[in-house]
């Protein structure tokens, strides 16, 4: 386990809520006379032009969505297997990005920030059928002026341990006529050094079996080159291309000093080498047809996995045993998407279309137990030889109409299709076929209230890799592959609520109810391993609350206070046990974050707290949690001597915070009705400092719609 604090996204609690949301009408009417105010087209859209966000200095497109009140950014699912289901929430001149192995953040860090020329937030709906029943979508709007504009940005950052590294980061964008050119490429150095501990407890009396001394020495590197291309060449004629290519490297060096009950004391070493790759290239084109919009877009991608694992017991220098475990894996992804549209099709607005797309994995792994004097013998997995292939296709159809002066209803129905094949170790074929109609009803009332009732049923994608066995040796653990599993699906219902608070700030509040069949977790197979598999039945609740307000009518000036907070609450009823237990997940049952920034003419600072509760994994013979030792802080500092620069030093881990864990272990499995071995994982690495220079660059001239 690395010490990376395991911050998972906020969710909400409702904290406060009632006191913010009882506002009297007279005052959130006064309130709202400092919002953006909605352009003339419809009331259903928010507009922040780039005066709203002087005040922060931006230098890129990413600058000012992180700072557009209430909104927070989800990012594109890369590993969503076709196109539909990988959207995050940003769009750009109202179309969603072609490319799906590019993150969001990393798409608008390369648009300068004198090229946007305002932002939109509004209901999904307006954004097509991939955002249908998102409460919040933002379309960043670009100017056509002509010219060229970018940015470059050098940072350094030191470890606790004196350890240095350094990143470049630079990308320009050139538009003439109606074109626009956009590269970018960066170094994407990263690295850390943890130290911690582990304790091993006899669960029935505490006698101590085995504590080890860890360091963990991470080294990553994720350079990158992207290029895009478009041409935007009026109403329902535009086209873009997408090249992007990025090698990655990750290694972790670990020394371990082990001091067992008995026998000899040892210095184990633990190695992860790791070399992905990844190439897309994707595009579209949409053109006018029937008084609508066609759209065609075709995308292609590669990722290549080349992995080393090993782990050696060493006694006085001399190599004991241990085990070492290499994977080789290439995933292919070739789609398609062909959809029109029309603004009223007998007063509905229409969206009707069809996507195919095909995918492939192929995977080896080979695992072999370490010998006295380095012999090598192959441990034979279940299935860590195999193939993996899909076809998959979705076609839907959304309508949507005004019901009443602003009250809008819109529907959608789609049906999925996944033809799946397994080969290599084992044999599976299988369909899955899975309607999903949805309805969203969406609300928006006087001094800025907005309510969106949705439900839908969804279904989930699975994890080619869950049908591979293979081993982790950092965590002592094998994981079994499964052929057979299924996807889950869900009826997900959603009810958010939003209004204006304190001038140009916002208090949002999300309720959701989940109900799954078929849930994936895990599970004992007939060999004896622990491997993905379906429960049954599950439920989960949420409420998420998100308060983002500048603070001068309290008599804070130039101050800015942004609170997130959630609350989650999941059950399934457990295969081994027969009691009800949480799902298997990263999401904790509660957590909170709270960011404070004060920003001045030349000068902005500020600082975040993070705290959250544990979050837990279920696995046949062992309870895992995983929690932070405190509260997470960091803290920054930045000075812009002139328009074009900005020089900040940011400060991580502010309070010393340690990633923790706890291991409960049972034998044979989690039947026995007590704990058998306990190990406590810890985890820290402490300060870090990270100082950057951004530098802008480009035209000078007013930016035009």
Known sequence: MTSRIFAARPLATGFALAAVLAISPARAEEASEGLPQPRPEGSRTTTYRPDYFAQYAPSNALDIVRRVPGFVLEETNTGVRGFSGAAGNVVVNGARPSSKAESLSAMLQRIPARRVLRVEVAPGDLYGSDYAGKSQVLNVVLSREGGLDGNVKVSGTRLHDGTLFGNVEASALIRTGSSSFNLSAGTGRGGNVEVGYDDILRASDGTRLEFRDKVNDIDSKDPFLAASWSNEGGTNRSAHLNLRYAPSKFRLFQTNHVTPLGGPERDDRLTQDYRNTGYEIGGDITRPLAGGAVKFVALANRRDRDNFDSSYNRVAGTTTGGFEQSQKARYDEVLGRLSWSHPSVLGFSAEAGTELAYNRLENQTELYLIGTGGTRNRIDLPIDFATVDEVRSET??????????????????????????????????????????????????????????????????????????????????????????????????????????????????????????????????????????????????????????????????????????????????????????????????????????????????????????????????????????????????????????????????????????????????????????????????????????????????????
């Open 396 to 705: 839907y159809l959304n309508l949507g109409r005004p019901l009443a002066a602003g009250l809008r209803l819109d529907t959608t129905l789609a049906y999925e299709t996944s033809r799946l094949t397994v080969g290599g170790d084992t044999s599976a074929r299988r369909v899955v076929r899975f309607f999903k109609p949805g309805m969203t009803l969406d609300w928006k009332g006087k001094g800025g209230w907005q309510v969106q009732a949705s439900l839908r049923r969804e279904a989930a994608q699975l994890d080619f890799y869950d049908f591979i066995s293979s081993a982790e040796l950092a965590n002592g653990r094998v994981n079994g592959g499964n052929a057979d599993l299924m996807p889950q699906s869900s009826w997900e219902a959603r009810l958010t609520v939003q209004r204006p608070v304190l001038g140009r700030g916002l208090v949002k509040l999300e309720l959701g109810h989940d109900w799954v069949s078929q849930l994936q977790d895990r599970i004992l197979t007939a060999e004896g391993f622990d491997a993905p598999g379906n429960l049954g039945n599950g439920t989960r609740r949420f409420a998420r609350m998100t308060f983002d307000a500048p603070l001068d009518q309290l008599g804070l000036r130039a101050t800015r206070i942004k609170i997130e907070g959630g609350l989650e609450h999941t059950e399934v009823r457990d295969p081994l046990t027969g009691k009800t237990r949480g799902w298997s997940t990263d999401r904790p049952h509660w957590n909170a974050n709270v960011e404070l920034r004060r920003d001045l003419s030349q000068w902005s600072y500020g600082a975040s707290l993070f705290h959250r509760s544990k979050f837990t994994f279920y696995r046949t013979d062992e309870i895992d949690d995983l929690f932070n030792s405190g509260v997470f802080a960091t803290a920054f500092a930045e000075y812009r001597p002139d328009a074009h620069t900005t020089v900040r030093l940011d400060i991580d881990n502010l309070l010393n915070t340690a990633g923790q864990r706890m291991r409960t272990f049972y034998l044979p499995n989690r039947t026995a009705a007590l704990p058998a071995i306990t190990e406590f994982r810890h985890r820290n690495s402490h300060l870090s400092f990270t100082l950057s220079i951004n530098r802008t660059f480009g035209g000078t001239g007013a930016a035009s719609g």
